[in-house]
């Protein structure tokens, strides 16, 4: 069972017709893993539905305690990837009995050429096999949390 | 850098509008790589583009000698789901020094609620993480090779 | 209020993950209507979901029973187009006093890059814009039932 | 041979992954019609990339001087939704000789569950079929001028 704790982000954002901005009406991650034929058991929670800019330390805090009281020793957080690097370094500090994955999206999952299914996959597959740690799953890679960094002018993650 | 070795199978078949038959006028596995923001440094190497049902054993040697004659210790190949189990199987007796996760679709990439993106993230972060062998990835799980088998009722992969 | 006579064709087609084949689980007009924020009211039916290919005379006679019970004198039947012109051509010799529009698709609403959605937006319009009489709408054109042809090599629809 | 005079709107918007927010890269408008296997000849003039909010009566001007500058008498202009009247009602007063058809989208073409294709459909229909006059095709509709308003609380034009 892999716990999968939903914080918003990029990945879950729709466009919203009356004003055309972008907003977060629900999650998408359920239909996403239905869409993928996934089997895995998985056990959801939708904590906050935020754009990862707007996350205060209390949100933070909230995540943080989410993971501490999760059953299951393998989470995955679903999470805006412009301050996921910051969330994954205050849940190092908290947190090290558990394999936390972090992934989120640089395409929202409902728009044209999205890389939200890619990454979900590598998130699951990267939580049943990696050890205790926290890491983010991004661009199709794995990182450690005190390894890797968000370059915003091209809109990768890279080792630093 | 990883090796991906393309065979075909659903996920890369594509609707012939003349005929209304699905065929394979050329891979979309670079292109789904590229959607994917992917950085993985990747070499493709298209084999072949079949329907699994209608692989030969000498297709298998093919596989099998492209996965030996790979200088990259980890592989990916793209298969049909239908002989899937059976390639892995071929492959165990004759490649032991190497990562080799197959993995294909359901439903094809160019179609409609298809789990593509999310199973190739699962290969790519599969074959990354794990150790030498020969391992299937579908449904979000990884399976031993000679301990998964297709339920074709309902057409997921399962553990046997 | 316009009638619209669902009889299947490419345009609801969809992929059976199961044995790989397209077939007809169920229409998707309305749900291509309500994604078209079409408020123009609609009273559907559901004669048959067919490969026109396979469509008897038989199949035609109920297509032309359910033109001729309309109260609505504006019709547009969705239907494939491998003999789109043939029911064009049978229509036009029982019902004269209608407009009716046959409409369909080279690649099913549920394919990566159809043209489902605006085929079906060139019918609605034709159908309110057009006087009493048979008609195709394909490819961005208007037809006369007796002035059309499917050129079945390149999948377009021409005036002959 | 129909003009189409492309002015942007969000039919054409798409998602800047870089900083969430929507833009215009560059039209759409020939890969719709490409899309939609439409054989109609159709002449393209991208007149401007514009948030229909921001057009400035500068901007209503030059695509009053492009109809009246089009050699075709049947011209589409795709436009934003939340003036669209507005320069309906513009070009009404100074171009009374061309059969002139605005049209544009509640969700952009690139985002899931958008109404583009379908609003096309309407339009590239409706040009060819209607006598001379300044018309709006929205929501499966054609609208006169003078007849029509967007009602903006939820997001469909009605005869007013």
Known sequence: ????????????????????????????????????????????????????????????????????????????????????????KYLAKIQQDKTIVLVGAMIPFKINNSDALFNLGCAITAVQLLPKGIYITMNGKVFDWDKVNKDTKIGEFKNE
């Open 1 to 88: 069972m892999i716990k999968l704790i939903i914080t918003g982000g990029t990945i879950d954002k729709r466009y919203n017709e009356l004003n055309g901005e972008l907003y977060f009406p629900q999650t998408h991650i359920p239909e996403m893993i239905q869409q993928s034929r996934c089997t895995v058991p998985i056990d959801y929670q939708t904590l906050m539905l935020k754009d990862s800019l707007e996350m205060q330390e209390a949100d933070r805090e909230q995540v943080g305690l989410a993971c501490a009281e999760s059953k299951e020793g393998k989470i995955i957080i679903t999470h805006g990837t412009d301050t996921m690097v910051e969330t994954a």
